[in-house]
């Protein structure tokens, strides 16, 4: 062969670099494929709306949305009503609001949960973003930005009734009270809280984080009250105030695990079988070997792992579901792949390029969180990056 050229089947020479092309659309490249029902999120919207009845009803779409795709997700919730979005940090806000702005409801109210970071100030005032006040000494600074330029800055206060994580705390609220100079330069549109314990209605946290509420909100301006999160809707008409702050349950999880699921399912997560195996009695599989059949086995190895969000703690605990059945993961799982036992099976009815459901019909969201000891949170939030991603419906 010549000096230069390539016997590899490059394509390229030396010192040149041949134009490549994938051949291959992205969806038949993927191990697995995440689907997100728009449609069905929007439902979710009307069904929380409908429970919340004469309550506004925001939504809470940070973390990209629960995982979900914040600039697919926020446009649909807005076509469907939802004036009031919640987001933890300010990046998440500014991303916001310009996702808003170009699907043309710049009305829509931009919340930041984190509250306005020292030197972050002209960012919240430049983008209208509102900050939620968690300390005294978030509120010293955002009245001194709104002294600075000469305007009342909105704002919602914290007030935290029991969770002991942000909020203005019992002698914080008493300062304000017998001093409320502090509110002055600002506007004050909310005051509000976050509940512990809503997913258990029978746990007296819960009435006592309302009558400590009740109890704030004696000793400060009349303004907007927003308690109730996705499970705080389904505690009846006493949490719901003036408006509800849904997350989760937008996305399908049960904000009311007592009960059947009141929301539709919007995830549909399956992946692809990478190759099916026969072992015998005591072959172990997986790292550690933490699995060892118990007889002749098929192991179907699967294409995703922990580092697509298939948490570590689905092993030997999670399943998948193929052929109408619940098929157990076997072994630990690995940063890309899982083992699953596929005996329960004929022989042929899983091979190599078909596909098993991970999120689906006969096995939710909440299903596999609580095979991993989790919450359908940590489940959507983890959603990897490697997934090919396909939308339905959302109207636009």
């Known amino acids: 062969m010549a000096a230069g050229g390539a016997a590899d089947g490059s394509g390229g020479t030396a010192g040149q670099t041949a134009a490549r092309v994938r051949a291959s659309d992205p969806a038949t490249r993927a191990g697995a494929h995440l689907t997100v029902d728009l449609d069905a999120i929007a439902a979710n919207y009307r069904i929380l709306c409908a429970q919340t009845g004469d309550t506004a009803c925001g939504a809470v779409v940070k973390a990209n949305a629960y995982g979900l795709g914040v600039d697919r997700v926020a446009p649909v919730l807005a076509r469907a009503g939802a004036r009031d979005f919640f987001v933890a940090t300010i990046d998440e806000a500014l991303d916001l609001r310009e996702i808003l702005d170009a699907a043309g409801i710049p009305e829509a109210r931009v919340v930041v949960l984190n509250g306005p970071l020292p030197g972050t100030e002209p960012d919240l005032v430049g983008f209208g973003i509102t900050p939620v006040l968690n300390s005294l000494d978030d509120l010293a600074r955002w009245g001194a930005a709104a002294r600075a330029r000469e305007m009342r800055l909105p704002a919602i206060l914290h007030v935290d009734t029991g969770m002991s994580r942000l909020g203005l705390p019992d002698e914080a609220v008493q300062v304000l009270a017998e001093a409320p100079d502090p509110l002055a330069p600002l506007r004050l549109d909310g005051v509000m809280s976050h509940l512990a314990c809503a997913p258990d209605p029978d746990n007296p946290e819960n009435a006592a984080q309302l009558a400590r509420l009740r109890s704030a909100l004696a000793l400060l301006p009349t303004a907007p009250v927003s308690l109730a999160n996705s499970s705080g809707i389904f505690l009846g008409p006493a949490y ?75 092993s030997n605990s999670g399943c998948v579901v193929a052929g109408g059945q619940r098929l157990p993961i076997v072994g630990r799982v690995s940063m890309d792949s899982i083992t699953v036992d596929a005996t329960a099976l004929p022989p042929d009815a899983l091979t190599a390029g078909d596909s098993v459901t991970l999120i689906g019909p006969g096995h939710d969201v909440d299903a596999l969180a609580t095979e991993a000891g989790t919450i359908g949170y940590e489940i959507l939030t983890a959603l990897g990056r490697r997934y090919h991603r396909s939308y339905r419906g959302g109207d636009g």
Do not use: E, K
């Open 240 to 314: 719901r105030f003036d408006l509800a702050r849904p997350g989760v349950a937008l996305y399908g999880v049960n904000p009311a695990p007592y009960r059947d699921n009141p929301m539709h399912p919007v995830v549909h997560l399956c992946a692809r079988v990478l190759q099916v195996r026969q072992i015998d009695a005591q072959r172990g599989v997986g790292y550690g070997s933490t699995f060892r059949a118990a007889g002749p086995t098929r192991i179907a190895t699967v294409a995703a792992g922990y580092g697509d969000g298939v948490l570590r703690a689905l």
